[in-house]
């Protein structure tokens, strides 16, 4: 299914067979790992709400004594405000920016345009991501997002989740899938997972076409093996993480460098495997830009350049940002499109169907060299035409092979309605129309 190449049948649409107990192996590394994503969140909150219970303090007015030491700058850090952060309350982001290039998933460039409605209740944000994506060939697609962060102000962390529905339209057929996101952002450390299902029809048919080459005569009939070209979407885990590149300039602008992995596959037992490269910074004050660069054992190298600028009162990018919850706000990092592999099929001895009678091409063959009493089939040729015509087969096409000679009364035709004579010979050519293939060339 995997390489883009002529195939006998489905069955040899491979590019790896993996055993059915290795794909439920990595299925359970994914699973526990998103378990004890969920699991730290957990404990970290429930240990923040804890603390957060503040004991009465005795009364009496406090004096600062003559040698006591302002706080320390890891304390300020876990509490000051950050610049990027808004008020409590509902809000609005909107984001536009393009991705130029490819990578597994992405076939073309897309001019992605976001809304991000939100509502932030102290360390809580909820929110949902609307995503329309045009490419720039005018198909289009788009994301329907919802989700759950909370910023955990002991360790300075963001820990979210996301629940996805992705409709991709950019290949001029159209696929879904729903999917999962995980992540936490912390000041060095970056982590964050999705899991890509596909739902609905899976597999679609992109063309069909005749097999150069393949057609032959059989009996009174043309055959034809017919390739049937189709897209098949494929479910999917990656994994990406990310550290904060130390320095001044580096910290003022957010610069990230990720790297990752990803996995997908599909009932057959086929299977991609790659890697990923990805560096990500903030240039002007709430414009972002990343390159990311990957390689598996069936796109191979692959890379996209990508800008996006937010609007709104919650997304503030990096630039000065004093802790972690400045970040609450940035998008879920995950595909838009859904990872799409071709497949091909042959079907050997398909016949040629004329249009008109939505019945197989009858041919009457006729060759002056043959023996007598031939049928008019491709082996057993008719002697003249006079008896093609004679012999009641009601062929829709006469054809007369290379090298034959009529003289007298077998040189004089009577043709039935809509009957087609062609006569075989050197550099001739010979069409007939079949429905959905156009026009198949007849062997000499």
């Known amino acids: 299914m995997l390489a883009p190449t002529l195939r006998e049948s489905r069955q040899n649409l491979r590019v790896v067979r993996t055993e059915r107990n290795r794909r439920w192996r990595r299925t359970l590394v994914g699973m526990m790992s998103i378990s004890l994503l969920f699991a730290l969140a957990g404990a970290v909150r429930a240990d923040d709400e804890e603390e957060g219970v503040d004991e009465p303090a005795a009364p009496g007015r406090h004096v600062a004594a003559k040698n006591e030491q302002p706080e320390s700058a890891l304390q300020d850090a876990a509490t000051k405000p950050s610049s990027g952060q808004t008020n409590d309350g509902p809000g609005l982001d909107f984001t536009g920016g393009f991705n130029f290039g490819q990578n597994p998933t992405q076939d073309r460039s897309l001019v992605p345009i976001e809304a991000m409605p939100f509502f932030l209740m102290d360390n809580s944000l909820y929110f949902t991501d609307l995503r329309f994506f045009p490419t720039i060939e005018g198909t289009f697609g788009g994301n329907v997002g919802a989700g759950y ?11 979210g989740a996301s629940f996805w529905y992705d409709a991709d339209g950019t290949r001029d057929v159209y696929f879904q899938q729903v999917g999962l996101s995980l992540e936490t952002y912390g000041k060095w450390l970056d982590f964050h997972t999705n899991l890509y299902l596909p739902v609905g ?23 034809y093996a017919q390739m049937n070209s189709y897209l098949a979407a494929m479910k ?13 300039f580096a910290q003022d602008h957010g610069i990230h460098l990720y790297g990752g992995w990803y996995y997908y596959d599909d009932d057959q037992g086929d299977h991609i495997v790659g890697g990923s490269a990805r560096i990500a910074a ?20 692959r890379a996209i350049v990508g800008a996006t600028w937010t609007f709104g009162p919650l997304h ?27 497949q091909n099929e042959v079907q050997a001895g398909m016949l040629a169907i004329d249009p008109a009678t939505h019945k197989p091409y009858v041919i009457a063959h006729v060759d002056s060299n043959a023996a007598p009493g031939g049928n008019g089939n491709v082996n057993t040729p008719f002697q003249t035409i006079a008896a093609a015509e004679a012999a009641g087969v009601n062929a829709d096409v006469i054809f007369v092979h290379a090298g034959s000679v009529f003289h007298g009364g077998a040189s004089s035709v009577v043709m039935n309605p809509n009957q087609m004579l062609f006569g075989d010979g050197a550099g001739e050519q010979h069409f007939l129309s079949v429905p959905g293939l156009g026009s198949i060339l007849m062997p000499h």
């Open 316 to 342: 503030r990018s990096n630039l000065s940002q004093d802790n972690t919850k400045g970040r609450i706000g940035e998008r879920v990092f995950r595909n838009y499109t859904v990872l799409v592999t071709p």
């Open 201 to 223: 029809q899976t597999t679609q048919q992109a063309s069909t076409s005749v097999v150069p080459g393949s057609a032959q005569y059989v009996g009174e009939n043309l055959s």
């Open 236 to 248: 999917g885990l990656d994994m990406e993480l990310g550290v904060q590149l130390p320095g001044k």
């Open 282 to 301: 903030n240039i002007l004050y709430g414009l972002d830009a990343s390159v990311q660069i990957t390689d598996d054992n069936y796109f191979n190298a």
């Open 149 to 159: 962060r909370y910023y955990a102000p002991r360790i300075d962390r963001i820990f």
